[in-house]
Protein backbone atom coordinates (compact mmCIF):
# COMPACT_ATOMS: atom_id res chain seq x y z
CA UNK A 1 0.00 0.00 0.00
CA UNK A 2 0.74 3.55 -0.50
CA UNK A 3 0.08 6.68 1.25
CA UNK A 4 -2.91 8.47 2.92
CA UNK A 5 -4.09 5.62 4.08
CA UNK A 6 -6.49 5.74 6.83
CA UNK A 7 -6.59 8.88 8.36
CA UNK A 8 -10.64 10.22 8.54
CA UNK A 9 -11.57 6.86 8.23
CA UNK A 10 -10.25 6.07 11.04
CA UNK A 11 -11.42 8.83 12.79
CA UNK A 12 -14.86 9.49 11.53
CA UNK A 13 -18.25 8.05 12.86
CA UNK A 14 -18.34 4.18 12.35
CA UNK A 15 -21.90 3.02 10.38
CA UNK A 16 -24.44 1.99 12.68
CA UNK A 17 -27.85 0.01 12.03
CA UNK A 18 -29.88 2.95 11.55
CA UNK A 19 -27.55 4.22 8.35
CA UNK A 20 -29.10 4.80 5.48
CA UNK A 21 -27.67 2.83 2.76
CA UNK A 22 -28.67 2.79 -0.97
CA UNK A 23 -26.92 -0.04 -3.07
CA UNK A 24 -28.41 -3.06 -1.54
CA UNK A 25 -32.34 -2.25 -2.89
CA UNK A 26 -31.32 0.51 -5.51
CA UNK A 27 -32.91 2.86 -3.35
CA UNK A 28 -32.21 4.52 0.28
CA UNK A 29 -32.92 1.87 3.26
CA UNK A 30 -31.70 1.27 6.51
CA UNK A 31 -29.20 -0.65 6.85
CA UNK A 32 -30.22 -3.29 9.29
CA UNK A 33 -33.36 -3.37 6.82
CA UNK A 34 -31.10 -4.54 4.03
CA UNK A 35 -31.10 -8.58 3.48
CA UNK A 36 -27.95 -7.84 1.41
CA UNK A 37 -24.50 -7.87 3.33
CA UNK A 38 -22.94 -4.36 2.54
CA UNK A 39 -20.68 -2.57 3.92
CA UNK A 40 -20.58 1.40 4.60
CA UNK A 41 -17.37 2.95 5.02
CA UNK A 42 -16.83 7.22 5.94
CA UNK A 43 -14.43 8.55 4.34
CA UNK A 44 -12.93 12.46 3.65
CA UNK A 45 -9.89 11.98 1.80
CA UNK A 46 -7.66 9.59 1.69
CA UNK A 47 -5.82 6.32 0.02
CA UNK A 48 -8.68 4.22 -1.33
CA UNK A 49 -6.89 1.29 -1.05
CA UNK A 50 -6.77 1.17 2.76
CA UNK A 51 -10.78 1.79 2.36
CA UNK A 52 -11.40 -1.19 0.39
CA UNK A 53 -9.20 -3.36 2.47
CA UNK A 54 -11.09 -2.32 5.47
CA UNK A 55 -14.53 -4.52 4.23
CA UNK A 56 -14.43 -8.03 4.57
CA UNK A 57 -14.22 -9.81 1.42
CA UNK A 58 -12.52 -7.24 -0.06
CA UNK A 59 -8.95 -7.90 -1.54
CA UNK A 60 -6.79 -5.28 -3.28
CA UNK A 61 -3.56 -5.77 -5.28
CA UNK A 62 -1.52 -2.69 -6.08
CA UNK A 63 1.42 -2.40 -8.30
CA UNK A 64 3.38 -0.27 -5.80
CA UNK A 65 3.42 3.10 -6.76
CA UNK A 66 0.97 6.28 -5.68
CA UNK A 67 -1.05 6.55 -8.68
CA UNK A 68 -0.52 3.29 -9.99
CA UNK A 69 -2.71 0.02 -11.38
CA UNK A 70 -4.52 -1.55 -8.64
CA UNK A 71 -7.40 -4.64 -9.18
CA UNK A 72 -10.10 -5.06 -6.90
CA UNK A 73 -11.46 -8.95 -5.56
CA UNK A 74 -14.49 -9.20 -3.71
CA UNK A 75 -14.85 -12.91 -2.50
CA UNK A 76 -12.56 -14.13 -4.45
CA UNK A 77 -13.93 -12.57 -7.89
CA UNK A 78 -12.04 -11.37 -10.57
CA UNK A 79 -11.74 -7.77 -11.09
CA UNK A 80 -13.50 -7.68 -14.33
CA UNK A 81 -16.60 -9.37 -12.01
CA UNK A 82 -16.80 -6.47 -9.67
CA UNK A 83 -18.60 -2.99 -10.52
CA UNK A 84 -17.29 0.19 -9.88
CA UNK A 85 -20.41 2.65 -9.58
CA UNK A 86 -21.10 6.71 -8.35
CA UNK A 87 -23.84 7.66 -6.91
CA UNK A 88 -25.33 4.27 -9.10
CA UNK A 89 -23.82 4.77 -11.79
CA UNK A 90 -21.99 2.73 -13.68
CA UNK A 91 -18.42 4.39 -14.30
CA UNK A 92 -16.19 0.64 -14.64
CA UNK A 93 -14.87 -2.18 -13.32
CA UNK A 94 -12.45 -3.27 -10.35
CA UNK A 95 -9.67 -3.85 -12.83
CA UNK A 96 -7.09 -0.60 -12.70
CA UNK A 97 -8.94 0.86 -15.57
CA UNK A 98 -11.16 1.56 -13.00
CA UNK A 99 -10.93 1.56 -9.28
CA UNK A 100 -7.16 2.87 -9.83
CA UNK A 101 -7.86 6.54 -11.75
CA UNK A 102 -10.97 7.29 -8.90
CA UNK A 103 -9.76 9.96 -6.16
CA UNK A 104 -11.84 10.85 -3.25
CA UNK A 105 -12.33 14.26 -3.34
CA UNK A 106 -15.71 15.30 -2.40
CA UNK A 107 -16.65 11.25 -1.08
CA UNK A 108 -18.96 11.01 1.43
CA UNK A 109 -18.83 7.21 2.07
CA UNK A 110 -18.05 3.98 0.06
CA UNK A 111 -20.84 1.21 0.34
CA UNK A 112 -19.41 -2.63 -0.72
CA UNK A 113 -22.03 -5.03 -2.39
CA UNK A 114 -20.47 -8.25 -1.42
CA UNK A 115 -22.43 -11.40 -3.74
CA UNK A 116 -23.52 -11.23 -6.95
CA UNK A 117 -25.83 -8.22 -7.95
CA UNK A 118 -26.51 -8.73 -11.43
CA UNK A 119 -30.14 -8.09 -10.87
CA UNK A 120 -29.70 -5.05 -9.12
CA UNK A 121 -27.35 -3.36 -11.73
CA UNK A 122 -26.55 -5.47 -14.52
CA UNK A 123 -24.01 -7.72 -16.30
CA UNK A 124 -20.02 -7.60 -14.55
CA UNK A 125 -21.47 -7.41 -10.96
CA UNK A 126 -20.56 -11.31 -10.19
CA UNK A 127 -18.57 -10.73 -6.96
CA UNK A 128 -20.01 -7.81 -5.97
CA UNK A 129 -20.35 -3.62 -6.24
CA UNK A 130 -18.38 -0.81 -5.17
CA UNK A 131 -20.56 2.21 -5.06
CA UNK A 132 -19.03 5.45 -4.55
CA UNK A 133 -21.87 8.02 -3.08
CA UNK A 134 -20.85 11.81 -3.28
CA UNK A 135 -21.18 14.67 -0.92
CA UNK A 136 -24.35 16.42 -0.28
CA UNK A 137 -23.56 19.70 1.90
CA UNK A 138 -25.86 22.45 2.28
CA UNK A 139 -24.55 25.88 2.96
CA UNK A 140 -21.71 27.34 2.20
CA UNK A 141 -18.08 25.77 3.08
CA UNK A 142 -14.78 26.01 2.22
CA UNK A 143 -12.63 22.89 2.42
CA UNK A 144 -8.70 22.44 1.61
CA UNK A 145 -6.30 20.45 2.18
CA UNK A 146 -1.87 20.77 1.37
CA UNK A 147 -0.04 17.33 2.13
CA UNK A 148 3.44 16.02 1.43
CA UNK A 149 5.42 12.96 2.18
CA UNK A 150 8.08 10.90 1.21
CA UNK A 151 9.14 10.12 -2.07
CA UNK A 152 8.08 13.91 -2.63
CA UNK A 153 4.68 13.17 -2.76
CA UNK A 154 2.80 16.21 -2.55
CA UNK A 155 -0.80 16.98 -3.05
CA UNK A 156 -3.54 20.10 -2.97
CA UNK A 157 -7.06 20.19 -3.05
CA UNK A 158 -9.92 22.75 -2.40
CA UNK A 159 -13.74 22.36 -2.88
CA UNK A 160 -16.09 25.57 -2.88
CA UNK A 161 -19.82 25.17 -2.06
CA UNK A 162 -22.70 27.34 -1.96
CA UNK A 163 -26.27 27.07 -1.47
CA UNK A 164 -29.85 27.39 0.37
CA UNK A 165 -32.51 25.17 1.54
CA UNK A 166 -33.66 24.81 -2.22
CA UNK A 167 -30.36 25.05 -4.50
CA UNK A 168 -26.67 23.57 -3.83
CA UNK A 169 -23.47 23.95 -5.94
CA UNK A 170 -20.32 23.45 -5.50
CA UNK A 171 -17.18 23.29 -7.18
CA UNK A 172 -13.64 21.56 -6.59
CA UNK A 173 -9.93 20.78 -8.21
CA UNK A 174 -7.17 18.56 -7.00
CA UNK A 175 -3.59 18.34 -7.89
CA UNK A 176 -1.41 14.79 -6.53
CA UNK A 177 2.53 14.45 -7.28
CA UNK A 178 5.17 11.68 -6.85
CA UNK A 179 8.07 10.84 -7.67
CA UNK A 180 7.80 7.13 -6.14
CA UNK A 181 11.56 7.05 -5.97
CA UNK A 182 11.19 4.04 -2.90
CA UNK A 183 14.13 1.43 -2.54
CA UNK A 184 13.61 -1.90 -2.45
CA UNK A 185 15.60 -5.26 -2.61
CA UNK A 186 16.06 -7.51 -5.46
CA UNK A 187 18.40 -10.64 -5.29
CA UNK A 188 19.73 -9.53 -2.15
CA UNK A 189 20.50 -5.83 -3.64
CA UNK A 190 19.13 -2.23 -2.79
CA UNK A 191 17.63 -0.39 -5.67
CA UNK A 192 15.43 2.12 -6.44
CA UNK A 193 12.30 2.44 -8.21
CA UNK A 194 12.97 4.49 -11.06
CA UNK A 195 10.81 5.72 -13.83
CA UNK A 196 7.63 5.67 -11.66
CA UNK A 197 6.30 9.23 -11.42
CA UNK A 198 3.14 10.06 -11.15
CA UNK A 199 1.29 13.44 -11.74
CA UNK A 200 -2.72 14.24 -11.58
CA UNK A 201 -4.99 17.24 -12.06
CA UNK A 202 -8.97 16.81 -11.84
CA UNK A 203 -11.93 19.73 -11.55
CA UNK A 204 -15.34 18.68 -10.86
CA UNK A 205 -18.72 20.51 -10.55
CA UNK A 206 -22.22 19.72 -8.42
CA UNK A 207 -24.97 21.08 -8.53
CA UNK A 208 -28.90 20.15 -6.67
CA UNK A 209 -31.80 21.91 -7.32
CA UNK A 210 -35.47 21.09 -5.72
CA UNK A 211 -38.67 22.67 -6.78
CA UNK A 212 -41.20 21.49 -4.59
CA UNK A 213 -41.53 17.88 -5.35
CA UNK A 214 -38.63 17.49 -8.23
CA UNK A 215 -35.01 17.34 -7.66
CA UNK A 216 -32.71 18.04 -10.27
CA UNK A 217 -28.95 16.55 -9.55
CA UNK A 218 -26.14 17.03 -12.05
CA UNK A 219 -22.28 16.80 -11.58
CA UNK A 220 -19.28 16.61 -13.90
CA UNK A 221 -15.56 15.53 -13.33
CA UNK A 222 -12.68 15.78 -15.64
CA UNK A 223 -9.72 14.26 -14.42
CA UNK A 224 -5.61 13.53 -16.32
CA UNK A 225 -3.06 11.25 -14.99
CA UNK A 226 0.32 11.62 -16.88
CA UNK A 227 2.77 8.72 -14.97
CA UNK A 228 5.82 6.93 -15.84
CA UNK A 229 5.26 2.68 -15.93
CA UNK A 230 7.80 1.62 -14.33
CA UNK A 231 7.42 -2.41 -15.50
CA UNK A 232 7.91 -5.44 -13.34
CA UNK A 233 11.89 -5.36 -11.93
CA UNK A 234 11.83 -8.61 -14.34
CA UNK A 235 11.00 -7.02 -17.36
CA UNK A 236 11.80 -2.78 -16.41
CA UNK A 237 10.26 -0.35 -18.76
CA UNK A 238 12.23 2.56 -18.14
CA UNK A 239 10.91 4.44 -21.18
CA UNK A 240 7.04 3.48 -20.50
CA UNK A 241 4.85 6.45 -20.26
CA UNK A 242 1.07 6.40 -19.69
CA UNK A 243 -1.24 9.07 -20.73
CA UNK A 244 -4.78 8.21 -18.95
CA UNK A 245 -8.00 11.01 -19.62
CA UNK A 246 -11.65 10.52 -18.26
CA UNK A 247 -14.41 12.85 -18.52
CA UNK A 248 -18.12 11.86 -16.34
CA UNK A 249 -21.04 13.71 -16.54
CA UNK A 250 -23.91 12.19 -14.33
CA UNK A 251 -27.31 13.70 -14.03
CA UNK A 252 -30.58 12.86 -12.19
CA UNK A 253 -33.97 14.29 -12.16
CA UNK A 254 -36.25 12.95 -9.33
CA UNK A 255 -40.05 13.72 -8.51
CA UNK A 256 -41.31 12.32 -5.52
CA UNK A 257 -45.38 11.86 -4.71
CA UNK A 258 -47.13 10.69 -2.04
CA UNK A 259 -46.92 6.63 -2.88
CA UNK A 260 -44.91 7.25 -6.05
CA UNK A 261 -41.54 8.02 -6.94
CA UNK A 262 -40.15 8.55 -10.62
CA UNK A 263 -36.44 8.93 -11.25
CA UNK A 264 -34.50 9.59 -15.14
CA UNK A 265 -30.60 8.76 -14.76
CA UNK A 266 -28.30 9.22 -17.55
CA UNK A 267 -24.17 9.15 -17.37
CA UNK A 268 -21.81 10.22 -20.02
CA UNK A 269 -18.23 8.66 -19.83
CA UNK A 270 -15.25 9.20 -21.84
CA UNK A 271 -12.11 7.03 -21.11
CA UNK A 272 -8.58 8.06 -23.21
CA UNK A 273 -5.83 5.90 -22.66
CA UNK A 274 -2.41 6.32 -24.52
CA UNK A 275 0.56 4.17 -23.73
CA UNK A 276 4.08 5.04 -25.19
CA UNK A 277 7.38 3.26 -24.68
CA UNK A 278 10.33 4.51 -27.18
CA UNK A 279 12.30 1.18 -26.78
CA UNK A 280 9.16 -1.10 -27.83
CA UNK A 281 7.79 1.29 -30.07
CA UNK A 282 11.12 1.51 -32.77
CA UNK A 283 9.28 -2.37 -33.28
CA UNK A 284 5.61 -1.17 -32.93
CA UNK A 285 3.51 1.15 -32.24
CA UNK A 286 2.35 3.62 -29.13
CA UNK A 287 -1.09 1.69 -27.71
CA UNK A 288 -4.49 3.83 -27.87
CA UNK A 289 -7.50 3.36 -26.67
CA UNK A 290 -10.62 5.30 -26.58
CA UNK A 291 -13.85 4.24 -24.85
CA UNK A 292 -17.65 6.04 -24.86
CA UNK A 293 -20.32 4.50 -22.68
CA UNK A 294 -23.69 5.44 -21.89
CA UNK A 295 -26.24 4.98 -19.43
CA UNK A 296 -29.93 5.76 -19.46
CA UNK A 297 -32.38 4.29 -17.33
CA UNK A 298 -36.36 5.27 -15.33
CA UNK A 299 -36.96 3.79 -12.23
CA UNK A 300 -40.87 3.62 -10.98
CA UNK A 301 -40.96 3.30 -7.24
CA UNK A 302 -44.45 2.26 -5.71
CA UNK A 303 -45.58 2.00 -2.08
CA UNK A 304 -48.56 0.17 -1.30
CA UNK A 305 -49.08 -1.81 1.43
CA UNK A 306 -46.65 -3.91 3.00
CA UNK A 307 -44.85 -4.22 -0.46
CA UNK A 308 -42.57 -1.34 -2.20
CA UNK A 309 -42.41 -2.27 -5.81
CA UNK A 310 -39.88 -1.24 -8.11
CA UNK A 311 -39.80 -0.98 -12.29
CA UNK A 312 -36.19 0.26 -14.33
CA UNK A 313 -36.02 -0.14 -18.20
CA UNK A 314 -32.58 0.81 -19.20
CA UNK A 315 -30.54 1.45 -22.28
CA UNK A 316 -27.05 1.35 -22.15
CA UNK A 317 -24.11 1.89 -25.17
CA UNK A 318 -20.19 1.47 -25.35
CA UNK A 319 -18.36 1.74 -28.10
CA UNK A 320 -14.37 1.46 -28.09
CA UNK A 321 -12.11 3.02 -30.62
CA UNK A 322 -8.26 1.27 -30.31
CA UNK A 323 -5.45 0.27 -31.65
CA UNK A 324 -5.34 -3.51 -30.28
CA UNK A 325 -9.35 -4.40 -30.47
CA UNK A 326 -10.59 -1.76 -33.82
CA UNK A 327 -13.41 0.07 -33.77
CA UNK A 328 -16.59 -1.63 -31.74
CA UNK A 329 -20.12 -0.73 -30.31
CA UNK A 330 -22.49 -2.50 -28.71
CA UNK A 331 -26.26 -1.42 -27.21
CA UNK A 332 -27.70 -3.26 -24.10
CA UNK A 333 -31.28 -3.61 -23.16
CA UNK A 334 -32.59 -4.55 -19.88
CA UNK A 335 -35.54 -4.58 -17.49
CA UNK A 336 -35.51 -4.60 -14.04
CA UNK A 337 -38.31 -5.95 -11.56
CA UNK A 338 -38.29 -5.36 -7.68
CA UNK A 339 -40.76 -6.18 -4.63
CA UNK A 340 -39.58 -5.93 -1.20
CA UNK A 341 -42.40 -7.25 0.50
CA UNK A 342 -42.84 -6.56 5.12
CA UNK A 343 -44.12 -8.68 7.25
CA UNK A 344 -45.00 -8.84 11.01
CA UNK A 345 -44.20 -5.58 11.29
CA UNK A 346 -41.33 -5.11 9.18
CA UNK A 347 -39.74 -7.93 11.48
CA UNK A 348 -39.75 -10.37 8.46
CA UNK A 349 -38.33 -8.46 4.81
CA UNK A 350 -38.44 -10.85 1.90
CA UNK A 351 -36.46 -8.99 -1.42
CA UNK A 352 -36.92 -10.83 -4.76
CA UNK A 353 -35.95 -9.37 -7.73
CA UNK A 354 -35.10 -10.15 -11.44
CA UNK A 355 -33.38 -8.87 -14.62
CA UNK A 356 -33.42 -9.58 -17.88
CA UNK A 357 -30.73 -7.93 -20.27
CA UNK A 358 -29.91 -8.18 -24.22
CA UNK A 359 -26.45 -7.37 -25.80
CA UNK A 360 -26.63 -6.61 -29.78
CA UNK A 361 -23.23 -8.04 -30.59
CA UNK A 362 -23.26 -11.22 -28.39
CA UNK A 363 -25.95 -13.64 -31.23
CA UNK A 364 -26.59 -16.33 -30.80
CA UNK A 365 -26.51 -15.82 -26.75
CA UNK A 366 -27.49 -12.33 -26.27
CA UNK A 367 -30.16 -12.80 -23.98
CA UNK A 368 -29.33 -12.90 -20.37
CA UNK A 369 -31.75 -12.92 -17.08
CA UNK A 370 -30.65 -13.51 -13.30
CA UNK A 371 -32.48 -13.60 -10.19
CA UNK A 372 -32.13 -12.65 -6.53
CA UNK A 373 -33.85 -13.76 -3.25
CA UNK A 374 -32.87 -12.23 -0.15
CA UNK A 375 -34.24 -12.30 3.19
CA UNK A 376 -33.92 -10.37 6.92
CA UNK A 377 -35.70 -11.48 9.68
CA UNK A 378 -35.34 -9.83 13.01
CA UNK A 379 -35.35 -12.13 16.18
CA UNK A 380 -35.33 -9.50 18.97
CA UNK A 381 -34.47 -5.83 18.35
CA UNK A 382 -30.67 -6.48 18.91
CA UNK A 383 -30.22 -9.43 16.55
CA UNK A 384 -31.21 -10.60 13.27
CA UNK A 385 -30.28 -12.96 10.45
CA UNK A 386 -29.92 -12.55 6.47
CA UNK A 387 -29.68 -15.04 3.72
CA UNK A 388 -29.80 -14.19 -0.08
CA UNK A 389 -29.61 -16.68 -3.54
CA UNK A 390 -29.34 -15.58 -6.71
CA UNK A 391 -27.61 -15.56 -10.31
CA UNK A 392 -25.24 -13.34 -12.09
CA UNK A 393 -23.41 -12.93 -15.17
CA UNK A 394 -20.21 -10.34 -16.98
CA UNK A 395 -20.64 -9.86 -21.17
CA UNK A 396 -16.97 -10.53 -22.86
CA UNK A 397 -15.13 -7.32 -22.95
CA UNK A 398 -14.07 -6.06 -26.55
CA UNK A 399 -11.10 -7.37 -26.23
CA UNK A 400 -11.94 -10.70 -25.32
CA UNK A 401 -13.98 -10.38 -28.36
CA UNK A 402 -12.19 -8.62 -31.21
CA UNK A 403 -8.64 -8.80 -30.37
CA UNK A 404 -7.05 -8.28 -34.35
CA UNK A 405 -4.91 -11.87 -35.59
CA UNK A 406 -1.63 -11.28 -35.27
CA UNK A 407 1.69 -13.59 -34.83
CA UNK A 408 0.68 -14.31 -31.15
CA UNK A 409 -2.66 -13.75 -30.30
CA UNK A 410 -6.50 -13.34 -31.57
CA UNK A 411 -9.97 -12.39 -30.25
CA UNK A 412 -12.55 -14.85 -30.14
CA UNK A 413 -16.45 -13.53 -31.39
CA UNK A 414 -18.09 -16.74 -29.98
CA UNK A 415 -17.02 -16.15 -26.65
CA UNK A 416 -20.59 -17.04 -24.14
CA UNK A 417 -21.20 -14.99 -21.17
CA UNK A 418 -19.98 -15.59 -17.82
CA UNK A 419 -22.54 -17.01 -15.36
CA UNK A 420 -22.51 -17.17 -11.38
CA UNK A 421 -24.94 -18.64 -8.60
CA UNK A 422 -23.91 -17.59 -5.40
CA UNK A 423 -25.66 -17.58 -1.86
CA UNK A 424 -24.86 -16.37 1.49
CA UNK A 425 -25.89 -16.70 5.00
CA UNK A 426 -25.48 -15.29 8.60
CA UNK A 427 -26.51 -12.51 11.57
CA UNK A 428 -26.00 -9.65 12.70
CA UNK A 429 -26.14 -7.82 16.10
CA UNK A 430 -26.23 -4.17 17.41
CA UNK A 431 -25.92 -4.39 20.86
CA UNK A 432 -25.47 -0.32 21.34
CA UNK A 433 -21.79 0.27 22.31
CA UNK A 434 -20.76 -3.44 20.46
CA UNK A 435 -22.09 -4.36 16.88
CA UNK A 436 -20.81 -7.41 14.43
CA UNK A 437 -22.05 -9.29 11.33
CA UNK A 438 -20.66 -13.20 10.57
CA UNK A 439 -21.36 -14.51 7.12
CA UNK A 440 -20.73 -17.64 4.79
CA UNK A 441 -20.92 -17.58 1.00
CA UNK A 442 -20.69 -19.83 -1.46
CA UNK A 443 -20.04 -18.63 -5.11
CA UNK A 444 -20.08 -21.17 -7.99
CA UNK A 445 -18.89 -20.17 -11.06
CA UNK A 446 -19.07 -21.16 -15.09
CA UNK A 447 -18.18 -20.31 -18.55
CA UNK A 448 -15.24 -18.50 -17.34
CA UNK A 449 -13.29 -16.36 -20.51
CA UNK A 450 -9.90 -17.95 -19.99
CA UNK A 451 -7.22 -17.01 -22.42
CA UNK A 452 -4.72 -19.99 -23.03
CA UNK A 453 -2.40 -21.00 -26.42
CA UNK A 454 -4.74 -22.68 -29.33
CA UNK A 455 -3.61 -25.73 -31.18
CA UNK A 456 -1.45 -23.35 -33.24
CA UNK A 457 0.16 -21.49 -30.29
CA UNK A 458 -1.51 -18.55 -30.68
CA UNK A 459 -3.24 -17.23 -26.88
CA UNK A 460 -7.35 -16.89 -27.59
CA UNK A 461 -9.89 -16.76 -25.00
CA UNK A 462 -12.31 -19.46 -24.60
CA UNK A 463 -15.03 -20.26 -22.43
CA UNK A 464 -13.61 -22.87 -20.22
CA UNK A 465 -13.28 -22.03 -16.71
CA UNK A 466 -15.07 -23.17 -13.83
CA UNK A 467 -14.47 -21.86 -10.30
CA UNK A 468 -15.88 -22.79 -6.91
CA UNK A 469 -15.22 -19.32 -3.95
CA UNK A 470 -16.45 -19.98 -0.33
CA UNK A 471 -15.68 -18.29 2.86
CA UNK A 472 -16.77 -16.55 5.88
CA UNK A 473 -16.69 -12.91 6.96
CA UNK A 474 -16.41 -11.55 9.97
CA UNK A 475 -16.25 -7.68 11.68
CA UNK A 476 -16.99 -6.23 14.60
CA UNK A 477 -16.78 -3.18 16.39
CA UNK A 478 -17.27 -0.48 19.22
CA UNK A 479 -16.29 1.51 22.09
CA UNK A 480 -13.70 -0.05 24.75
CA UNK A 481 -13.57 2.51 26.74
CA UNK A 482 -14.91 6.16 26.81
CA UNK A 483 -11.90 7.41 24.68
CA UNK A 484 -11.11 4.02 22.82
CA UNK A 485 -12.76 2.36 20.24
CA UNK A 486 -11.71 -0.68 18.08
CA UNK A 487 -12.77 -2.85 14.76
CA UNK A 488 -12.04 -5.98 13.69
CA UNK A 489 -12.53 -7.49 10.76
CA UNK A 490 -11.55 -11.39 9.32
CA UNK A 491 -11.92 -13.06 6.23
CA UNK A 492 -11.42 -16.86 5.12
CA UNK A 493 -11.59 -17.60 1.42
CA UNK A 494 -11.12 -21.17 -0.50
CA UNK A 495 -10.80 -20.46 -4.16
CA UNK A 496 -10.77 -23.25 -6.22
CA UNK A 497 -9.97 -23.39 -9.77
CA UNK A 498 -12.64 -26.55 -11.01
CA UNK A 499 -11.51 -26.18 -14.27
CA UNK A 500 -11.19 -29.73 -15.96
CA UNK A 501 -7.53 -31.08 -16.83
CA UNK A 502 -4.40 -30.63 -14.25
CA UNK A 503 -5.76 -27.46 -12.43
CA UNK A 504 -8.76 -28.81 -10.81
CA UNK A 505 -9.08 -28.17 -7.31
CA UNK A 506 -5.99 -25.79 -7.60
CA UNK A 507 -6.26 -22.79 -5.55
CA UNK A 508 -7.02 -19.53 -7.67
CA UNK A 509 -3.62 -17.20 -7.79
CA UNK A 510 -3.84 -13.67 -6.30
CA UNK A 511 -6.15 -14.78 -3.57
CA UNK A 512 -4.84 -14.87 -0.35
CA UNK A 513 -6.41 -17.55 2.41
CA UNK A 514 -6.97 -15.40 5.51
CA UNK A 515 -6.69 -11.62 5.79
CA UNK A 516 -7.35 -9.92 9.31
CA UNK A 517 -7.56 -5.92 10.19
CA UNK A 518 -7.61 -4.71 13.78
CA UNK A 519 -7.77 -1.21 14.29
CA UNK A 520 -7.57 0.82 17.74
CA UNK A 521 -8.44 4.43 18.27
CA UNK A 522 -8.34 6.66 20.45
CA UNK A 523 -8.13 10.80 21.99
CA UNK A 524 -9.91 13.36 23.48
CA UNK A 525 -11.01 16.66 22.77
CA UNK A 526 -10.83 16.59 19.28
CA UNK A 527 -6.84 15.21 19.67
CA UNK A 528 -7.10 11.69 17.99
CA UNK A 529 -4.65 8.87 17.75
CA UNK A 530 -4.90 5.36 16.11
CA UNK A 531 -3.22 2.06 15.45
CA UNK A 532 -3.85 -0.05 12.84
CA UNK A 533 -2.77 -3.67 11.87
CA UNK A 534 -3.19 -5.77 8.41
CA UNK A 535 -2.34 -9.42 8.43
CA UNK A 536 -2.59 -10.95 4.47
CA UNK A 537 -1.65 -14.59 4.40
CA UNK A 538 0.49 -15.88 1.50
CA UNK A 539 -1.21 -16.77 -2.14
CA UNK A 540 -0.57 -18.48 -5.10
CA UNK A 541 1.24 -16.89 -8.34
CA UNK A 542 0.95 -19.70 -11.08
CA UNK A 543 -2.16 -22.31 -11.72
CA UNK A 544 0.13 -25.05 -10.53
CA UNK A 545 0.11 -23.97 -7.02
CA UNK A 546 3.76 -24.30 -6.66
CA UNK A 547 5.17 -23.48 -3.00
CA UNK A 548 8.19 -22.00 -4.39
CA UNK A 549 6.44 -19.34 -6.58
CA UNK A 550 4.31 -18.17 -3.82
CA UNK A 551 3.65 -14.61 -2.51
CA UNK A 552 4.85 -14.77 1.53
CA UNK A 553 1.99 -13.47 3.75
CA UNK A 554 2.71 -10.30 5.95
CA UNK A 555 2.34 -7.85 8.53
CA UNK A 556 1.74 -4.07 7.74
CA UNK A 557 1.60 -1.47 10.69
CA UNK A 558 0.29 2.39 10.62
CA UNK A 559 -0.11 4.53 12.73
CA UNK A 560 -1.11 8.33 13.19
CA UNK A 561 -3.19 11.61 14.91
CA UNK A 562 -5.25 14.01 14.25
CA UNK A 563 -5.52 17.53 15.69
CA UNK A 564 -8.11 19.77 16.56
CA UNK A 565 -9.71 22.37 14.54
CA UNK A 566 -7.97 25.91 15.03
CA UNK A 567 -9.66 28.85 13.44
CA UNK A 568 -10.43 26.50 10.60
CA UNK A 569 -6.99 24.74 10.56
CA UNK A 570 -6.13 20.89 11.28
CA UNK A 571 -2.98 18.58 10.82
CA UNK A 572 -2.96 15.04 10.23
CA UNK A 573 0.08 12.91 10.08
CA UNK A 574 0.67 9.06 9.16
CA UNK A 575 3.53 6.84 9.46
CA UNK A 576 3.07 3.74 6.84
CA UNK A 577 4.40 0.27 7.24
CA UNK A 578 5.86 0.92 10.47
CA UNK A 579 7.74 -2.20 10.74
CA UNK A 580 9.59 -1.25 7.09
CA UNK A 581 8.06 -4.78 5.55
CA UNK A 582 9.40 -5.53 2.28
CA UNK A 583 6.42 -7.05 0.57
CA UNK A 584 4.80 -7.55 -3.26
CA UNK A 585 1.31 -7.74 -3.73
CA UNK A 586 2.16 -8.84 -7.43
CA UNK A 587 5.41 -10.67 -8.45
CA UNK A 588 7.78 -8.68 -9.85
CA UNK A 589 6.32 -5.17 -7.63
CA UNK A 590 7.42 -4.20 -4.88
CA UNK A 591 5.49 -2.34 -2.50
CA UNK A 592 7.21 1.11 -0.62
CA UNK A 593 8.87 0.51 2.69
CA UNK A 594 8.31 3.17 5.92
CA UNK A 595 6.74 5.98 4.75
CA UNK A 596 4.94 9.40 6.00
CA UNK A 597 2.85 11.77 5.35
CA UNK A 598 2.14 15.85 6.69
CA UNK A 599 -1.77 16.94 5.78
CA UNK A 600 -2.61 20.33 6.91
CA UNK A 601 -6.09 21.12 6.53
CA UNK A 602 -8.34 24.28 6.41
CA UNK A 603 -12.08 24.55 6.73
CA UNK A 604 -14.66 27.05 7.07
Not at 352 to 364: F, K, N
Not at 575 to 587: C, H, I
Amino acid sequence: MFFLISFHSLFADEYTMEEVVVTGTRRESLYKDVPAFVSVIKVDNQDKEALLESSPGVFVNSYGAFGDALSLSVRGSSSDQVLLLIDGMRIGSGSSSGISFLSLEGIDRIEIFRGGASTLYGADAVGGVVNIITKRRGGNYLDSTLSYGSFNTFSASALVGAGSGDSDISIGAEHRESEGDFEYKYRGENLIRENNGFVNDAIQFKTTQRFSKLRFNLQTRFEIQRKEVPGSYFTPTPQGFERDSRSMILMGLRYDAHSTALSFNSSFIYHNLFYYDEIFVKRSFPSISENFTTQNYIKIDRRMKGHLLSISPEIRTEFIRSSSAGRHSRSIYSLFLQDEASFFEKRWILLPSLRVEGSSDLEPHSVESAYRLGLRIKIVDELYVKANAGTSFRMPTFLDLYWPEDQFARGNPELRIERGMDMDAGFGFDLGQLRGEVAYFNNSLQDLIQWAPDEGGKWRPSNIGKAKLTGIEFQMGGEIKKYLSAELSYTNLRALDLTEGKYYQKRLIYRPENVLSLRLKGGFYEFMVFVEAISNSWKYTDRENNKENRLPGYLRINAGFSTPSFAGFSMEFLGNNLTDKRYEEVPGYPQPGRNFLLELNYKI
